[in-house]
């Protein structure tokens, strides 16, 4: 199976070596996103703001592949604190609207660069 390399340019650049997406057959499976601003490599503060700005990176991503939030079939949530989990429920719920993909979420306890919470996602062509 032929596999292609995505990177996007208005996601954050990858915090260790591997790319944003990889479009593998009818499907592509985002790394995970944590809340760094694309500009300032900076995480958003709270876990409200980082919350929105991990959903507009995934948004980024896909959109480099061609894709919306709307051809997601599949999404991993991992929050440092799963107390979190209503607060981002709320807020994941709005960029999904119609079309809620098949989730998982677990508490990871420690996120790279101190995040609150990273969401990689499945979604397909």
Not at 72 to 94: P, R
């Amino acid at each position: 199976m032929e596999k292609k390399i995505i990177n996007a340019e208005n996601a954050p650049a990858a915090v260790g070596p591997y790319c944003h997406a990889v479009e593998a057959g009818n499907f592509v499976f985002t790394s995970g996103q944590i809340g760094l601003d694309p500009n300032t490599q900076e995480l958003a503060e709270g876990i409200e703001a980082q919350t929105k700005q991990v959903l507009e990176n995934l948004k980024a991503v896909l959109k480099a592949a061609g894709l919306t939030l709307s051809d997601v079939i599949k999404t991993t949530v991992f929050l440092d604190d799963v107390s979190d989990f209503g607060v981002v429920n709320e807020i994941y719920e709005t960029y999904f609207n119609d079309s809620k993909p098949a989730r998982s979420c677990v508490e990871a306890g420690a996120l790279p660069k101190g995040a609150l919470i990273e969401i990689e996602v499945i979604a397909a062509k």
